[in-house]
């Protein structure tokens, strides 16, 4: 009489949805479903009672396949899985998901494999990552042609601007030496040296070159960025200070871009400071696998009209400004894989918020800005 222990069981291993094998101590098949046979494309008859090596061990093509099973013996794992490349035996390739598990009792011996065939999925993945990645290269195309075209067009307006210039202060003097007063060529030339600071910083935009990351230690990009805020600053009778005491971390970033990036956040402290004195705070605290990097000032603050422009091009609330300090320093932050934002919850003045990539450790030797 069939025990109903039995007939579970093999209802149970009928119906599996994932292939099941049974290698026993002496490396044959002892248990085959129909989902495995039907996976490694042999009918089930052929593989019962059948040698592994036998069977899989011949083609070459599966090495990775056979890999799991050899580690599983020599190491004695229990739930090894790894995604491998398969080919059947009429040489369809597929990528199956392999979970081996290496049982003992007393003396008996035995191996336990499912099997699970992860080809559709693995090939949508490789179609949504080649996808990505020509999406990637549009936009990277996109770029360099508008990062070619700002050049071209900053080079047709230098010339003309550095002309107007030169004509305007010439005509000055020609006016002062007729004994005739006039406001018109000053005007001209000051428009003139807009233009020019224009086109200076969408070069400058342009032809920003890609991140080459290093280990660095925040305080000392900090302390390098300033240095050049502190000469802004004192160019307009005031005085910078920079306070990183709560910023001693490591980031992966790029030194200059680095250095660059905080340094039009702390020009943009310096513009907008109403008094002689510009202090600035910066603050990093560990997020996952991010630093976050906080840059906060006794200014102002932001009026809440403007915050959804701060980052655009060319939008400036400063008659004399450009507007391309703040849009460099984000296009750096992205180009880190991370992202600027204002904080438009500080209590007082402006606190931007730099993401970037965490490094938890520095080896002596690997740091830069230490």
Known sequence: MVKIE???????LEGLPVGLLVIGHNGLINVVNPAAAEILGYPREELLDRGWGELFL???ANHLFNQVFLDVIQKEKVGLNRDVPYETPGGGRMRLSVTSSFLRSGDELAIVVLLHDVTEIYRMREREVAALMEKTRLQQETIGSLNNLALSVAHQIRNPAFAIGGFARRLSE????????SEYPGIIAEEARRLERIVTSV???ASMPGATFARVFLPGAADAAAREAAALAAARGKRLAVNHAAAQEWAMADPALLAVCLGELFANSV????????????SARPNGDFLELAVADDGPGVRAAITHFLFDPFFTSKADGV?????????IALEHGGDLRLDATAAAGARFVLRLRRESLAPAGASVFS
């Open 6 to 12: 039995d007939l579970v069981v093999k209802n149970v």
């Open 203 to 205: 070069v400058r935009l």
């Open 174 to 181: 020609l006016l002062s030496r007729s004994g005739l007063e």
């Open 323 to 331: 507007g391309m300090g703040l849009t460099l320093a984000r296009r």
């Open 271 to 282: 513009d907008f400071a109403l008094g002689g004195e510009v202090r600035i705070d910066l």
């Open 58 to 60: 011949v083609n070459d």
